[in-house]
């Protein structure tokens, strides 16, 4: 069964580096998200991306952000200089319409 | 603005009782879905249910059922004869026409299922 998938599982870095998430969505979908899950908490929209634009984008999803597809399959978020509060679960989701999200294993990034 | 609302922050039951899991939305929208989904202790969230607005039948599969009923906002989620493998954190979401894609979480309710 295609899945979505995510690298890496896990990413420690310093404040104020900049990292990359990636996330390679499930071949035939159209559609594809970021959230994010700060420890214990829920799970919160950052950004959709459709037709090589982004969508549509929540007020987290701030100039430190930034989301790309690349090529045909892998689909990133760049946050550009990292801060302690950028500590969370990221999850990559992908639809083939508008509709259900399938997501990914998430990536942990710990932000020291 | 919309809103999803998970009262219950964390149920404890004993193997084989049943639990219920509970919703209650706020949309303007008449156009929307719902969906619940499962994060096990591994993290990942896992697809479980979707319902559009149109639709209002209730659904089982297998242990799982679904209660919608749009008179009271609510789309609660029951789990018959527990088991220690849906010991997990519920989601319940919620997107509409206002912003098709944006899902609106709620807080989660673990549950806890002990032998």
């Known amino acids: 069964e295609p899945e979505v998938t995510q690298t890496p599982s896990h990413q420690v870095t310093q404040m104020g580096q900049e990292v990359i998430l990636r996330c390679v969505p499930i071949s035939n979908h159209l559609y594809f998200y970021w959230y994010r899950q700060i420890l214990g908490q829920k799970v919160e929209f950052l950004v959709s991306f459709y037709n090589n634009e982004i969508s549509e984008k929540s007020e987290i999803f701030d100039d430190q952000f930034s989301v790309e597809r690349p090529d045909g399959s892998n689909f990133t978020l760049k946050i550009r200089s990292t801060k302690l509060e950028d500590s969370a679960m990221y999850f990559c989701?992908?639809?083939?319409?508008?509709?259900?999200?399938?997501f990914g294993p998430g990536t942990r990034l710990l932000v020291l | 603005a919309q809103k999803v609302t998970q009262a219950q922050t964390e149920i404890s039951v004993v193997e084989k009782e049943d639990v219920t899991l509970d919703c209650v939305y706020e949309?303007?929208?008449?156009?929307?879905?719902l969906f619940w989904y499962k994060q096990p202790p591994s993290g990942e969230l896992v697809f479980l249910i979707r319902r559009n607005s149109f639709d209002e039948q209730n659904e089982i599969s297998g242990r799982y059922s679904w209660n919608f009923q749009k008179s009271t906002s609510s789309f609660n989620f029951t789990i018959t004869a527990s088991q220690v493998v849906d010991s997990a954190v519920y989601f319940c979401?919620?997107?509409?026409?206002?912003?098709?894609?944006?899902?609106?979480f709620g807080a989660g309710t673990q549950v806890v299922v002990t032998p």
């Open positions: 949309t303007r929208d008449t156009t929307y879905y």
């Open positions: 989701a992908s639809s083939e319409a508008d509709e259900t999200q399938y």
């Open positions: 979401a919620l997107t509409s026409t206002d912003s098709w894609g944006k899902f609106q």
